[in-house]
Structure formats: structure tokens, C-alpha cells
């Protein structure tokens, strides 16, 4: 498992570990708001420290991650970043509705190719994790990079 | 029996973790100001990096959230749950707790909307039941 694959199911963890923690019951509000509110930090950290790093390897455009198509976190300048999010959010939408009726189950990924560059959605937890790079690279390739970020 | 004290240090303990949470949002990029105004339009909770009007805000908020709420009235929308306000200079954000308190967040023009709305969303199921427990108290 190469370094991304790594984050994705780390940050896929953290990701469970915070929708369990918003499904705990009992009277004791304080703490379990305090540690509603730890276990999103962590997740939202990891969620940063991914985007910061996939932006740094070589061939990739730009990366930022967003929640029902707002941007929730990017690196660096990034253009169109609002365009991307209602691209990401109609993508999903429609796909979702497809993926019910074929029974596919949660979706996963979708990647959308253009003739210039392409675009990789990935669900993870309640965001979806999106890279942008050019048509030609072999994106899979690209993000087993040894990451120095 | 129980004493008078321990309702007090559970209020204490909640109005801390109000102020935590408070304190948890100001730590979001670009937001300048997290309040919590009552039915009134008075500020009970605040943390803020500039000066700011609470009366102002707190009454402003209120107008704004009501009218909105309004709107959605007569369009048939229902409940009103998050009323953004974009301005030249960034975005004043105000979302519902309970019994008419509003949480409401002053943000810069470079907040990330996005971040800013996930945490308001996932904050409020916990606020709620703060001021619940509070309130009943």
C-alpha cells in the first residue's frame, strides 16, 4: 500500500471514528460535545494535511476537497475552485441516482476526463477529495510518488 | 438530595463548552467574530479578533434571520436553517439553536465557505442539546 493509499484509509478512519462519535447517546452533553468536536478537528487536520500534500507531487494541478459542493479545504492558489465544487456536486448528485438504481452501492470515486485535463472525485466520509491534472498523466502513477511534502 | 451546587457546576461546565466550541470556530480561516444571540437579539456568547458592535450585531442578526425566515415562508420552504449574508468584505453567517438563541459567525472575504457551513452544520445538533440541558436547568 503506497503512501496515499495509506492517508485514504486513515483519513477514511478518522472520518468513521467522527460520524460514531455524533451517533453517541447520553446525558453526559459536555463530554461528548468535546469529543465530537476533537474527533472533527483530527479529521479535518488529516483532510489539510492530504490536500497539502497530493498538491506538491509532480503532474498534479491542483487538489482541494469540498462538502455539498463548498470548498472545505485547498493548497495553494487554485482557479475555477467554485466552478469545480458545482461540477463535483452535480457529478455526485447524478451519479448517486444512477448508482441506486444499478445497486452500486456508496459511490466511491468518479473521474471525469476531458480532452485537456481530468478530474478524480473521491468520497471520503461526508467530503469528497478532488484532483485535477493533466489528460496525459496516469494519475494512480502519480499519487504512488514518494511524497516529501 | 441533591444541593445547589451541582446544577451550578453543570451550568458551568456547559457555558464552558460553549465557549470552547465559540473558540473552536474562531480557529477556522477567516472567521473574525462567533456569537451567540438570544431571542432579543443580545449577545450572551462572544469571542471576536476586532472590535465589534454586540448590540449592533446581535439585533442585526436577529432582523436578518427573521425576514429570512419570512421569505421562506411565503415561498413554502419551511424552516430556515442557515442565512448567509455575502457582502463586499466577507460573509456574516447565522444559523438557529433553540427556544430563538442563533449562533452567528462574521467571517473575512477569504474564508472558505465550505469549512465554515460543515462546521456550523455539524455544530448546531451539539449546541442544541447544550442549551436544551441549559435551558431546563
Same mark, same amino acid.
Given at each position: 500500500m503506497h503512501w496515499f493509499e495509506s492517508e485514504l484509509v486513515l483519513l477514511d478512519q478518522l472520518a468513521e471514528l467522527y460520524l460514531k462519535s455524533q451517533q453517541q447517546s447520553g446525558t453526559d452533553i459536555v463530554n461528548v460535545s468535546e469529543d465530537i468536536r476533537i474527533k472533527r478537528g483530527r479529521f479535518i487536520g488529516a483532510l489539510q494535511s492530504i490536500v497539502n500534500k497530493v498538491v506538491?507531487?509532480? #503532474? +498534479?494541478?491542483a487538489c482541494a476537497a469540498y462538502h455539498e459542493g463548498l470548498v472545505l479545504a485547498y493548497a495553494e492558489a487554485m482557479p475555477n475552485i467554485d466552478a469545480l465544487g458545482v461540477m463535483i456536486q452535480e457529478s455526485v448528485n447524478v451519479t448517486q441516482q444512477s448508482a441506486r438504481i444499478l445497486k452500486l #452501492?456508496? +459511490?466511491q470515486q468518479i473521474v471525469i476526463v476531458g480532452a485537456v485535463n481530468k478530474v478524480a472525485m473521491l468520497s471520503v466520509g461526508p467530503v469528497v477529495l478532488c484532483i485535477v491534472c493533466s489528460n496525459a498523466i496516469n494519475l494512480a502513477s502519480v499519487l504512488s510518488q514518494e511524497n516529501e511534502a | 438530595m441533591n444541593s445547589n451546587v451541582k446544577p451550578f457546576e453543570i451550568r458551568k461546565t456547559q457555558v464552558s463548552e460553549i465557549d470552547q466550541i465559540l473558540r473552536n470556530l474562531m480557529s477556522?480561516?477567516? /472567521?473574525s467574530a462567533a456569537a451567540i444571540v438570544d431571542n432579543e437579539g443580545l449577545v450572551t456568547h462572544i469571542h471576536r479578533d476586532f472590535e465589534i458592535n454586540t448590540d449592533a450585531i446581535g439585533a442585526s442578526v436577529q432582523v436578518v434571520f427573521g425576514a429570512a425566515s419570512r421569505a421562506a415562508l411565503h415561498v413554502g420552504h419551511? /424552516?430556515?436553517n442557515l442565512v448567509i449574508c455575502e457582502n463586499a468584505e466577507g460573509f456574516i453567517l447565522a444559523m438557529p439553536i433553540d427556544a430563538g438563541f442563533m449562533l452567528a459567525l462574521v467571517t473575512e472575504r477569504d474564508a472558505l465557505l465550505g469549512r465554515v457551513r460543515f462546521e456550523l452544520k455539524e455544530t448546531i445538533p451539539v449546541l442544541k442539546k447544550l442549551f436544551a440541558s441549559y435551558l431546563l436547568k
Open positions: 506538491n507531487l509532480n #503532474g +498534479i494541478n #452501492g456508496d +459511490i | 477556522i480561516q477567516g /472567521v419551511h /424552516v430556515t
